[in-house]
């Protein structure tokens, strides 16, 4: 009977084919381990000792790791630098198996696998990047019945694009995903094109996520590698290196385009990429994954090696930077209220706020605050000695401290700098950021 959990027959040579990685010393796998990217000195010792407790019953399984202190040939150093297995056609064939037969009894309902085409795919897509499956699935479904062809999507005015899209997140998405509906009317007849340069160009698709729409919708056998892959990836290779480093990344795109079926096998690209994408997001999770559920794990390199909490290699952390700001909602005995659309240069291009000012590098912060809104608006304020709320979120790297003010003042004059007067029925219907809609909504009547 085959032993499932022999990546690899007992016999000499390099850890898996050679694929192109940076070039290293002679070295043991201990000092290649140890100076991996991203793992400190404990963490590196902690996997070290592991691997050890555990190398006689990996070479029961038929695992070859390269001997704690063993010197090899420059192949097998090149080999090792970037990961531990590769495994050969056979058990990529394991692997796809598996992965389908998984995800064809555990997949999620999704709006958008109910009735699969290239747009509510595209779209689902575009909603889905950075963003969680059950925060999408109601604006997915609010997008589709307000714009259900691509042709609708072109046609829409972009203040009504941005205004469904409003809570989402990332708005540059919902500006791309609507210049790119009008070029594919103009230049596609109002399909959506299936070839992948053709898709690639379309503003707001990378290859990623053309590859996602084009192996779901339409069975073309396209690899993906987005944050869920590549953890899942990591782990099956057993990637001693940052995932996101460039020749670690080539590999992954590589073993995510050799896991593909061939058309002889009769198994559907798309779906291979779903339950990837799937077991990478319920299962191989950041921290804890559940093993013990994975379908995989006989063949996942990581998993016999005990490594989960060391792999994928953690990248370099993003520093935060601190910022305060304030937002202020100026209102006069009307009932207007003074609203700007922001511009391209700025956050949240296209969507509408109140006077925002950055306080960061005030030093006297109300001082500054009530001069700049005097500026901006051509309406003198008197400020309170504290904010009527306080904020706190975050835009890309920043953290940021919102004071927010609701000032009631009389703007005779014409306000500045393309300040707007808007009644609250005309703000409601208008695409607020989201912050500016929490301070909206803390103001209303009740």
């Known amino acids: 009977m085959e032993n499932e959990n022999a990546f690899f027959p007992a016999s000499t040579g390099p850890v898996y084919p050679c694929r192109p990685s940076p070039p290293v010393t002679r070295a043991s796998f201990r000092t290649q381990t140890r100076i991996s990217k991203g793992v400190n000195k404990d963490s590196a010792n902690a996997a070290i000792k592991q691997k050890s407790r555990k190398t006689a019953r990996q070479s029961a ?63 689902s897509e575009i909603m889905l990047q950075q963003t969680q499956v059950a925060t999408v699935i109601d604006y997915f479904n609010r997008f589709m019945k307000a714009f259900p062809t691509i042709r609708a999507l072109a046609e829409a005015d972009q203040q009504k694009v941005l205004s469904l899209w409003e809570g989402l997140g990332y708005y540059r998405r919902a500006r791309s995903l609507h210049q790119a509906a009008r070029q594919i009317c103009e230049f596609h007849g109002g399909e959506f094109p299936k070839s992948f340069d053709q898709v690639i160009r379309l503003p707001g698709i990378g290859r990623y996520t053309a590859g996602a729409i084009l192996s779901i919708a339409d069975g073309q056998a396209l690899p993906i590698l987005e944050g869920n892959t590549y953890r899942l990836h990591a782990r099956l290779l ?19 385009t050799d896991l593909l079926p061939t058309n002889r096998s009769g198994q559907h690209p798309g779906q291979l990429n779903q339950a990837l994408m799937e077991l990478g997001s319920e299962i191989c999770k950041p921290l804890h994954p559940r093993c013990d559920a994975c379908p995989l794990r006989t063949q996942c390199v990581t998993h016999q090696m005990g490594l989960e909490n060391e792999i994928p290699v953690a990248s370099a952390k993003t520093r935060y930077e601190k910022l305060h700001q304030a937002l202020v909602l100026l209102e006069n005995s009307q009932g207007d209220i003074l609203v700007r659309q922001r511009q391209e240069n700025e956050w949240w291009s296209g969507l509408w706020d109140f006077v925002r000012v950055d306080l960061t590098a005030a030093d006297c912060k109300t001082t500054f605050l009530k001069e700049t809104i005097e500026t901006q608006t051509g309406t003198e304020v008197h400020l309170p000695t504290g904010p009527d709320l306080v904020i706190r979120h975050a835009v890309t790297r920043y953290r940021i401290q919102l004071d927010c003010y609701h000032l009631k003042t009389d703007f005779r004059n014409r306000p500045k700098e393309d300040y707007l007067a808007r009644q609250r029925a005309e703000i409601r219907q208008l695409p607020l950021n989201v912050t500016a809609r929490k301070l909206f909504r803390a103001l209303e009547p009740d």
């Open 61 to 123: 399984c038929g695992i070859r790791v390269p001997a704690q202190n063993a010197v090899m040939d420059d192949n097998q150093c090149q080999s090792v630098s970037t990961c531990s297995s590769y495994p050969d056609s056979r058990r990529r064939r394991t692997l796809r198996s598996r992965a389908i037969s998984w995800f064809s009894k555990n997949q999620r309902k999704m709006p958008w696998r109910s009735r699969i085409s290239l747009y509510r795919t595209w779209v």
């Open 238 to 256: 057993g990637l001693l290196e940052d995932p996101k480093e460039k020749e670690p990344e080539k590999l992954l795109w590589q073993f995510a």
